[in-house]
Structure formats: C-alpha cells, structure tokens
C-alpha cells in the first residue's frame, strides 16, 4: 500500500530556530506538493515541483521558507528562523501530474513554534 | 472574489440518507479539474472523486457523485447512504488551466452523520 510519508509527525520548536520537515512521495510519482493548513487561511499551496524542478513557489514566504527535493524519493521544506505564525500543519502530496491526476496526501507535520 | 466557495460550515445527516454538500467555482478558464476530498479527525486528506470541465458526464465513485453544473460554476458532492464514518471535513478543490497542478481549496464543509 503505497504511502507519501512525512517526518517528523509533530515538531514543537521554539522562535527563532530552524525547522526542517521530510517527506517521501510515492514510488514512481514526479509531482510533489508542499501545502500548509490553518484555521484562518485553510489549505494554501506553498511549493510544487515537478521531475525535482521548481515549477511554482509563489504561496511561500521567500525569506524565511525553502523547499528543495535533493533526490527523487525526498522532499524537504525548511523554515529559518521560525516564528509563532508559522505554526500550522504542513501537508506534503505527490502525484503524478497532469488533467485529472488526484494528488496524494501525506499524513502531514502539526508544527507548533513557541 | 474566492475561486472556490464551500458555502455551508456544517451539515448534518442521518444514517444512510443522502447528503449534498455545496461547491461554487469562479474561473474564466475554459479548462479547469474540480476535486473533492475527505478529511476526517485523523487528519489525513483523503481524495474522493474528480471532474473535468469537458467531461460529458456527471462523475462518480461508489456512493460519491458529483452534480456539476456547467453553467451554475457549480460542483456538488453528493453522498448517498451515508454512514457513521462518513463524518469529516469535506473540501472541493479547483485546478485551473491545463499548465498548472496548483489546487486551490475551499474553506471546507464539517459533515455530521448520526445515527
């Protein structure tokens, strides 16, 4: 039962610290999503990538937020310095792309910053 | 103006009666997907069903249709027979434009289902 899994499960940092959040898409799928889930913004798109490329990072805060995929089974998503705002879930989703292809889900990050 | 629109905060239903939760879209776009996923206490999103704008037919999966109409910029879930572990939240979600996989979502509908 192929799964995007996502580490850590839960992350209590305090402000100012680096966070970095890991997820592995499902085998086989080149489209990997990074969403962030709040109670007043809902679900927003940050990053998505395509074959490990860039193709649309206009939802993320360029300052303090980075999304990378070093290889094709890992994505990261990293804050520095992290601040109280920045608490949410962070949800990683994979897919393969193109009309019609639902994206999967990871089981998400709750990130909480003190 | 909100690309998608999810317009009831909460719904209740009875076992295993049908339930019909709202979604309006806004796009010029004649090209666009609309989506609906679960999401229950757990957390995890769950996908549930899909259309696309030059689908014919109406989609369904299972005991999830989706009565989308063109002309309305409307796409409605449609539960039938519903059951206890139906209750989450429920998202639609539009992808618009064919050069994009970027989803955008809606505020969510909390469904309740009791028995």
């Known amino acids: 039962d192929a799964r995007v899994t996502q580490t850590p499960r839960d992350k209590v940092t305090e402000m100012g610290q680096e966070v970095t959040m890991r997820c592995q898409p499902i085998l086989g799928h080149n489209t990997v999503f990074w969403y962030r889930q709040t109670m007043m913004q809902g679900l927003e798109l940050l990053a998505y990538?395509?074959?490990?490329?860039?193709?649309?990072d206009s939802g993320m805060p360029k300052d303090r937020f980075s999304a990378e995929m070093p290889d094709a089974t890992l994505a990261t998503l990293k804050i520095q310095p992290s601040e109280p705002r920045d608490s949410a879930v962070y949800f990683c989703?994979?897919?393969?792309?193109?009309?019609?292809?639902?994206?999967?889900f990871g089981p998400g990050t709750r990130l909480t910053v003190l | 103006a909100q690309k998608i629109t999810q317009t009831q905060p909460g719904m209740f239903v009875q076992e295993k009666e049908a339930v019909t939760l709202d979604c309006t879209y806004d796009t010029s776009d004649p090209s666009y997907g609309l989506f609906w996923y679960k999401q229950p206490s757990s957390g995890e999103m769950i996908f549930l069903i899909y259309?696309?704008?030059?689908?014919?037919q109406n989609a369904t999966e299972g005991r999830y249709s989706l009565n989308f109409q063109k002309a309305r910029k409307s796409a409605n879930l449609v539960i039938s027979a519903s059951q206890l572990g139906d209750s989450a939240m429920y998202f639609c979600?539009?992808?618009?434009?064919?050069?994009?996989?970027?989803?955008?979502f809606g505020t969510g509908t909390r469904l309740q289902v009791f028995p």
């Open positions: 979600a539009m992808r618009e434009g064919v050069n994009t996989d970027k989803l955008i």
């Open positions: 990538f395509r074959n490990r490329a860039p193709l649309d």
């Open positions: 989703a994979s897919g393969l792309g193109g009309r019609g292809n639902e994206q999967f």
């Open positions: 259309q696309g704008s030059y689908d014919q």
